[in-house]
């Protein structure tokens, strides 16, 4: 198991990097090369030579691309310092450089955005995973029942219909004509009453969503589980059906949905853009929407980096819970 523990990091340690270069290159390097000077950006097309050429040196834009891309990495773990003659910024660790509109570090603005997109996150998939799987299994268990087929086509429903339309549908009527929730965001440490309601709505509509996939990949597992042998064996042996269910159906049944779990978490918590930019969070997937209508590359480029990152460790977890829950991934 530790043999495995580690191939992993290293393998995610790997990941990381080909994936930060990767970004690097996409943002300040093809831009370059199709004829766009990130300096530009920066200080505005109305800018004089002089302070045009003052940025490039500033932000290094003139070395070459390796050694941009190690300043850029240096400054993730030991900070930076843009430097243009005698006028020098530090950038305390971990450094993503800074905006191009607002001239503010960008290390800030996504710790600001983050617990609003965790916190989303965090409670739909609560929701999600309770109301997905828990129909699932019902409907597998009483297949063609009027439940089943009731379940099923609220599923269908739940899956056809974009996060926008139920999100602006919910708006509506939950919040502007039956004015039953305040939808305003506060944070949790404000008034944590006012954050749990301001995030009902979101949790519901992108629950809604999830929950209708995991409810029907969790009754398609199912019912081919329960037709297997061993749970013939399970109940000739005269176990209850719940110990049949619970202890062997079930745990089988959590292998596929670890593997969607993983990604769709991975990429919630890199922003849930549809649904903060409908009801106004200020998650990380506004703050994205907002960089890239600006054309604010350090802040995309921080977004992007940040949602990879969860990406790849929720990846790691899941890989880790696949040796909990089944035993053949711990003796391969």
């Not at 800030?108 to 409670?123: I, K, N």
């Not at 099923?152 to 039953?180: C, D, H, N, Q, R």
């Not at 969070?281 to 907002?290: H, Q």
């Amino acid at each position: 198991m530790l043999a495995y523990l580690i191939r992993r990091l290293f393998a995610v340690v790997v990941m990381l990097l080909v994936v930060t270069l990767t970004t690097f290159a996409i943002f300040f390097v093809i831009p370059k090369w199709a004829g766009a000077d990130p300096a530009l950006l920066f200080v505005g097309k109305q800018a004089d030579p002089a302070a045009i050429e003052g940025i490039r040196q500033k932000l290094s834009l003139g070395d070459p691309v390796l050694v941009q891309f190690w300043h850029f990495v240096q400054g993730l773990f030991a900070g930076r310092d843009y430097a243009n003659g005698t006028d020098v910024t530090h950038c305390p660790a971990p450094c993503f450089g800074y905006s191009f509109r607002t001239e503010q570090a960008v290390w800030p603005q996504l710790t600001d955005a983050m617990p609003v997109t965790l916190s989303l996150a965090a409670g739909a998939c609560l929701l999600w995973l309770v109301g997905g799987i828990t129909t699932g299994v019902v409907s597998a268990l009483r297949r063609g029942t009027l439940w089943d087929r009731s379940a099923m086509t609220v599923a269908l429903a739940g899956v056809s219909l974009p996060i926008y339309f139920t999100g602006l549908l919910s708006l509506a009527i939950f919040s502007y004509s039956l004015k039953w929730v305040n939808v305003d965001y506060k944070g949790f440490g404000d008034d944590p009453a006012m954050w749990f309601e301001s995030l009902i709505l979101p949790w519901i509509t992108l629950a809604f969503l999830y929950a209708a996939m995991y409810a029907r990949l969790t009754r398609a597992t199912m019912l081919e589980i329960m037709g297997e042998d061993y749970i013939r064996t399970a109940r000739a042996k005269g176990l209850r059906e719940r110990v049949v269910i619970g202890r062997h159906a079930m745990r089988s049944t959590w292998t596929p949905v670890l593997t969607l779990l993983g990604l769709d978490l991975g990429a919630l918590l890199g922003g849930a853009v549809l649904t903060e930019t409908t009801y106004n969070l200020p998650g990380l997937g506004r703050l994205a929407v907002n960089a890239i209508t600006e054309k604010d590359l350090p802040v995309i480029l921080g977004v992007t980096l940040i949602a990879a990152v969860f990406i790849v460790v929720a990846n790691l977890v899941v890989d880790l819970l696949y040796a909990v829950i089944d035993p053949r991934v711990r003796l391969g």
